[in-house]
């Protein structure tokens, strides 16, 4: 095997400390041919299809490839902005917002990046342009709140994998998870108060996280514990009792039993439980996107208006709000401890340095 190096290596290159932040994924543009290239990756995934491979490569080419794309094109044509998809610029102003705030708490030896599992940015492109600026400890951060094999594990597979073809590894620490972290829960309480300071409060605070199938958590999977933990803090933090809040789970896909409650059949019936008015929130994106923007914001308003609901509002995601770059700094902070010296640090050491040379 041929290792892949580093054409502009240099002995003499100053060392860095890199941080990677990491997301999902969008395709490029919200037509059927970008769609069908991504999903196809993102699809062909067995952290998130877990069927066996041959039916499973007959199922996605065959007939999911030749009509998901057109509906999901659509789809994203309706969120599509003029800096593209909700969830590549918010996710990039998220990684400035970190840079911003890691270098000027350490220096510029840190290098911050962003990459999607799945599209583009992708994570062997960006760990390659990292490497080549001298990063020789990396630190991974994919923004799931709560861990999941699918995402978070996924994610993993494509940095392992990155490394399997390089002569040089760097020190690599990948943080799995921040579903309790006090920060990114007061980040999003606060969120949610902010919201209910203007528009009051509803009958009922829905936390909608992405569903995964049934499975997966009788096969010891975390996530579902995770999301009802992050709930239950979130709730705790503002002071609500049982009965004010709901935890459910949204996006399944295909016929098999997934995470419930369900997120769109739970509003559908709220009505008929005296539940006149609702407000959504999503702890585990933690930025909006297809899921939020279009499928939450939009088609589940529609589902509970018509079955009877008279007010839905939904409560946007942390994005690059300063206190989600607080909270994501902290934590990345604490997973650099040993790694990174304060621009102070390394000047005191240097005087040292010099002093003992006298």
């Known amino acids: 095997m041929k290792y892949q190096g580093n054409p502009s290596f240099s002995h003499s290159q100053q060392d860095k400390v890199g941080v990677l932040v990491t997301n999902l994924g969008t395709p490029d543009a919200p037509k059927k041919a970008e769609l069908k290239r991504y999903l196809k990756e993102f699809l062909s995934d067995p952290r998130v299809v877990e069927v066996p491979k041959l039916i499973w490569w007959m199922i996605l080419n065959l007939v999911i490839l030749n009509i998901r794309p057109s509906r999901s094109a659509k789809a994203y044509a309706g969120v599509w902005t003029e800096r593209g998809s909700p969830l590549m610029f918010h996710t990039e102003d998220q990684a400035n917002g970190i840079r911003e705030k890691l270098v000027s708490q350490f220096g510029e030896h840190i290098v911050v990046e962003f990459a999607m599992r799945y599209g583009s940015p992708s994570i062997d492109g960006t760990i390659d342009k990292m490497l080549q600026q001298g990063v020789r400890k990396l630190l991974v951060l ?87 933990k992050t709930s239950r803090l979130i709730a705790e933090n503002l002071g609500l009792n049982k009965d ?73 995601a942390l994005n690059a709000d300063p206190m989600h770059i607080d909270a994501l700094t902290s934590i990345l902070s604490e997973n650099l401890n040993g790694w990174l010296e304060k621009p102070e640090d390394t000047e005191l050491r240097s005087q040292l340095a010099k002093a003992m040379k006298s």
């Open 142 to 228: 994919p923004l799931y709140p709560q861990y999941c094999a699918s995402t978070t594990a996924s994610t993993f597979d494509a940095v392992a994998n990155s490394f399997l073809k390089r002569r040089w590894i760097p020190e690599l620490r990948f943080i799995t998870h921040y579903h309790d972290n006090a920060k990114y829960i007061h980040a999003i309480s606060e969120k949610i108060r902010e919201h209910r300071r203007v528009n009051g409060t509803a009958d009922k605070l829905v936390f909608s996280y992405h569903g995964i199938p049934k499975k997966y958590l009788l096969k010891g999977d975390p996530y579902h514990c995770e999301c009802y």
């Open 244 to 316: 004010e809040y709901f935890t459910s789970f949204q996006s399944r896909f295909g016929r098999e039993e997934w995470l419930t409650p369900y997120t769109d059949e739970s509003l559908k019936a709220f009505p008929k439980q005296g539940v006149k008015s609702v407000q959504v929130v999503c702890p585990g994106f933690s930025a909006d996107c297809l899921e939020t923007v279009e499928e939450i914001a939009e088609e589940n308003r529609d589902y509970f208006l018509e079955a009877g609901g008279e007010t839905f509002e939904y409560i946007e």
